[in-house]
């Protein structure tokens, strides 16, 4: 049993490394045909650790018959792996070119050209064969598809190094994954060879799986962080104006009234605007330009507060939240934008109202404590505007 206690802990190490690989489905993603010949492959790999198993136990106790049946499932099942291995890293590194057809083919001719040989070892030993003892003796054959499954290993590192410095972020992470796990199988491939009644080719395949899972998940985490970034900034992001929207600011005013709590924020302020007049553009000139209207006024803001960040919270409500250098140079800020307004007002340009409050430590329990008192003054101006109008 020493030489089966090697693929025991291997099974049981590849089952729970590769748990979420093995035995969830990823029939959905951009991952999915990823995860789908990754997964064939770590099966390939199960069936290869189980034959090397019972071939310890088989060999071990000298039932030759039953020792020479799992020895022929042990080589298909190498030479299996080998294929879908080459299989996988060609969907995962995205290469579908001359150079990685012919490697397939490679692939495809090692596994057909070692079923044929197994076929010829029933009559004629140029793979294995067993003692009369019970002995196992490897043949030529043996160490000739060793050598080959060799270069093919290094072959594949060798390219994918290459490929790898000429690449960057994501790719050069996948061309890594694929040259180290090469690199390792190469080596214990050699050492294989060398010591055929040692499980090597079984330590290298667990190193070299772990490593591969270990890119695949990581790659698949960071391709979920994107697409959860890319959901969530359209769900924040107001379609017409392209800035902030009510959700991301009722996100914001949780996130500041938590800093304020901890003490990390002692001060800020609120600006309130509302367009003045929009329901008269769009009754006189159509919706298309109040639209125009309302990113006239969203560019006006956001100009005059550019550095604080702005929110649409409604169809002409808008927000600037003044921390820092603008919530210090906040009058001033204020009463420039008033003046802007004014000018706007006089060559009838987009008039907006707007209303200033700062947070007072004590009386005011929340945001909307400070938006409340920023919006009535906001109603103050709207409705000087209008005077001035009139």
């Given at each position: 049993?020493?030489?089966?206690?090697?693929?025991i802990?291997?099974?049981?190490m590849?089952?729970?490394?590769?748990?979420d690989?093995l035995f969830?489905?990823?029939?959905?993603?951009?991952?999915?045909?990823v995860?789908?010949?990754?997964?064939?492959f770590?099966f390939?790999?199960?069936i290869?650790?189980?034959s090397?198993i019972?071939?310890?136990a088989l060999?071990?106790?000298?039932?030759?018959?039953?020792a020479?049946a799992?020895?022929?499932?042990?080589f298909v099942?190498?030479?299996?792996t080998?294929?879908?291995?080459?299989?996988?890293?060609?969907?995962?590194?995205?290469r579908?070119?001359t150079?990685?057809?012919?490697i397939?083919?490679?692939a495809?001719?090692i596994?057909?050209s070692?079923?044929?040989?197994i076929?010829?070892n029933?009559?004629y030993?140029?793979?294995?064969?067993?003692k009369?003892?019970?002995?196992?003796?490897?043949?030529?054959?043996?160490?000739?598809i060793?050598?080959?499954?060799?270069?093919?290993f290094?072959?594949i590192?060798?390219?994918?190094l290459?490929r790898a410095?000429k690449t960057?972020?994501?790719?050069?992470?996948?061309h890594n994954?694929?040259?180290?796990s090469?690199?390792?199988?190469?080596?214990?491939v050699a050492?294989?060879a060398?010591?055929?009644?040692?499980?090597?080719?079984?330590?290298?395949?667990l190193?070299?799986?772990?490593?591969i899972n270990t890119y695949v998940v990581v790659?698949e985490?960071?391709t979920n962080?994107?697409?959860?970034?890319?959901?969530?900034?359209?769900?924040f992001?107001?379609?017409l104006?392209?800035?902030r929207?009510?959700?991301?600011?009722?996100?914001?005013?949780?996130d500041?009234?938590n800093?304020v709590r901890?003490?990390?924020?002692?001060?800020?302020?609120?600006?309130?605007?509302?367009?003045?007049?929009l329901?008269t553009?769009?009754?006189?000139?159509?919706?298309d330009?109040g639209d125009r209207?309302?990113?006239?006024g969203?560019r006006?803001i956001?100009t005059?507060?550019k550095?604080s960040?702005?929110?649409r919270i409604?169809?002409?409500e808008?927000?600037?939240v003044?921390?820092?250098?603008?919530?210090?140079h906040?009058?001033g800020l204020?009463?420039s934008?008033n003046r802007q307004?004014?000018?706007?007002?006089?060559?009838?340009q987009?008039?907006?109202?707007?209303?200033m409050s700062?947070?007072?430590p004590?009386?005011?329990?929340?945001?909307?404590d400070?938006?409340?008192r920023?919006?009535?003054?906001?109603?103050?101006?709207?409705?000087?505007?209008?005077?001035r109008?009139?």
């Amino acid at each position: 049993m020493y030489y089966s206690s090697f693929g025991i802990l291997a099974l049981i190490m590849h089952i729970i490394v590769n748990a979420d690989t093995l035995f969830r489905s990823h029939k959905k993603g951009p991952n999915a045909a990823v995860r789908g010949r990754f997964r064939a492959f770590l099966f390939s790999i199960m069936i290869f650790y189980i034959s090397d198993i019972i071939w310890g136990a088989l060999h071990e106790s000298k039932i030759v018959p039953l020792a020479y049946a799992d020895t022929v499932v042990f080589f298909v099942s190498m030479a299996m792996t080998l294929l879908l291995w080459i299989r996988f890293i060609n969907i995962y590194l995205n290469r579908f070119n001359t150079t990685s057809r012919i490697i397939h083919y490679i692939a495809w001719s090692i596994f057909t050209s070692e079923l044929i040989v197994i076929i010829i070892n029933f009559f004629y030993p140029l793979m294995f064969t067993f003692k009369a003892d019970g002995e196992y003796a490897p043949g030529p054959a043996r160490y000739l598809i060793l050598v080959i499954h060799l270069i093919l290993f290094s072959l594949i590192s060798l390219i994918t190094l290459v490929r790898a410095a000429k690449t960057k972020d994501r790719d050069r992470l996948h061309h890594n994954a694929i040259c180290i796990s090469g690199i390792v199988m190469a080596l214990f491939v050699a050492l294989q060879a060398q010591y055929p009644l040692l499980p090597f080719y079984a330590i290298g395949c667990l190193i070299a799986t772990s490593i591969i899972n270990t890119y695949v998940v990581v790659d698949e985490r960071m391709t979920n962080a994107q697409q959860l970034g890319t959901a969530k900034a359209a769900a924040f992001k107001d379609s017409l104006t392209s800035i902030r929207n009510a959700n991301a600011f009722n996100e914001y005013k949780t996130d500041l009234e938590n800093k304020v709590r901890k003490g990390v924020v002692a001060e800020y302020g609120l600006v309130v605007f509302d367009l003045n007049d929009l329901k008269t553009v769009n009754d006189t000139h159509g919706h298309d330009a109040g639209d125009r209207y309302i990113r006239e006024g969203s560019r006006l803001i956001c100009t005059a507060f550019k550095h604080s960040p702005v929110f649409r919270i409604g169809g002409d409500e808008f927000v600037a939240v003044l921390l820092n250098d603008d919530y210090q140079h906040r009058d001033g800020l204020v009463a420039s934008f008033n003046r802007q307004v004014d000018e706007n007002l006089k060559n009838r340009q987009v008039v907006i109202s707007a209303g200033m409050s700062t947070f007072v430590p004590g009386q005011d329990s929340c945001v909307n404590d400070v938006f409340a008192r920023a919006d009535e003054r906001m109603y103050v101006r709207k409705k000087e505007l209008k005077n001035r109008r009139a």
